[in-house]
């Protein structure tokens, strides 16, 4: 990561470096190294400034990210960036998870990640898989422990989803196997999987002055079914599409109106409990947001009274 480096980032000639990608690596430093998932906590490695909330954590990332971007930008000379390391510890909480089954902190930090990647329009690499990974000894190097699978098949503790046998090794699968666009004929301005909605949302833009190429390459977008054991619809702004299933895994490919600029095309679940579980939540986070914002006054209070 570059809050690790004690150089500047150098300015990279493309007629000395052709073809350069800017693979950065990336991740939420707070999560990394106290291996614990806060939500609503975290810190900018770059101006050393605390982010409390939600909204600000994702603030925080999306800026971290963004500056990135701009590296390739402009001391690349436009150069794509690809993040070429990310991902989470799976021991985080003392292993907790494994022994409780219950793996909603890497879940949602998982989440958390690679949805601010997917908001920033970057491609990426997540980090990692090893195949001999075992509860004690992590990714067998220095204890370190973010392999998406593990020898050490995870207790399935109130996990919604059926996973398939071959996936039993699958950590924290719902935050990784999840929507995305292969292929897009046209450029991206929007690529946003909600997890707790399981809606996967694609927008982007094509060239109507190339309306012969539109129409013979589509858009490609792979869908996990483990995410939608009830199916799932499919909405398009324009044109039309079709799904070829796998086996674990649908592909719609989806060819849009060539005459039109503006496209979107929307995943949404047929199992209406997930939208109920949803709204109960939010209720119930409503509710217990005003005790708890008191007792942290209060104790602010008592801290610096």
């Not at 600000?56 to 390739?72: C, D």
């Not at 079914?225 to 070829?244: A, I, K, N």
């Not at 949803?278 to 005003?290: E, G």
């Given at each position: 990561p570059l809050e690790f480096s004690i150089d500047e980032f150098p300015e990279i000639d493309d007629t000395l470096i052709p073809r350069a990608v800017n693979a950065t690596h990336w991740y939420d430093g707070v999560t990394?190294?106290?291996?614990?998932?806060?939500?609503?906590?975290?810190?900018?490695?770059?101006?050393?400034?605390?982010?409390?909330?939600?909204?600000?954590?994702?603030?925080?990332?999306?800026?971290?990210?963004?500056?990135?971007?701009?590296?390739?930008?402009?001391?690349?000379?436009?150069?794509?960036?690809?993040?070429?390391?990310t991902g989470i510890p799976f021991n985080m909480h003392g292993g907790k998870a494994f022994r409780s089954g219950n793996f909603s902190s890497q879940v949602g930090a998982l989440d958390n990640t690679v949805s601010c990647l997917e908001a920033s329009l970057v491609s990426f690499t997540l980090w990692c898989y090893t195949s001999d990974n075992c509860n004690g000894y992590g990714d067998q190097w220095n204890l370190e422990d973010l392999s998406l699978i593990s020898m050490d098949k995870p207790i399935r503790s109130g996990l919604q989803l059926t996973v398939p046998e071959r996936d039993a090794c699958a950590r924290a699968v719902q935050a990784f196997a999840r929507p995305y666009a292969t292929r897009i004929a046209g450029t991206p301005s929007k690529s946003e999987?909600?997890?707790?909605?399981?809606?996967?949302?694609?927008?982007?833009?094509?060239?109507?002055?190339?309306?012969?190429?539109?129409?013979?390459?589509?858009?490609?977008?792979?869908?996990?079914?483990?995410?939608?054991?009830?199916?799932?619809?499919?909405?398009?702004?324009?044109?039309?599409?079709?799904?070829?299933?796998?086996?674990?895994?649908?592909?719609?490919?989806?060819?849009?109106?060539?005459?039109?600029?503006n496209h979107w095309f929307l995943i949404t679940t047929k199992d209406t409990s997930i939208e109920k579980r949803?709204?109960?939540?939010?209720?119930?986070?409503?509710?217990?947001?005003?005790p708890l914002l008191a007792l942290c006054i209060y104790i602010l209070y008592l801290i610096f009274a």
């Open positions: 990394l190294f106290l291996q614990a998932w806060r939500p609503y906590f975290t810190v900018d490695p770059r101006t050393k400034r605390p982010a409390f909330g939600y909204s600000a954590v994702r603030k925080t990332h999306l800026k971290q990210l963004a500056g990135i971007k701009v590296y390739g930008n402009e001391q690349m000379n436009n150069a794509p960036t690809l993040i070429g390391e999987f909600i997890l707790d909605r399981v809606r996967y949302e694609l927008e982007y833009v094509s060239d109507p002055q190339k309306a012969h190429e539109s129409s013979i390459h589509p858009t490609e977008v792979f869908i996990p079914q483990l995410q939608y054991p009830r199916g799932y619809s499919v909405e398009t702004s324009d044109g039309h599409f079709s799904v070829q299933s796998h086996d674990g895994w649908d592909v719609v490919s989806y060819l849009h109106d060539p005459s039109k600029a949803r709204r109960a939540r939010i209720v119930r986070q409503r509710v217990m947001m005003p």
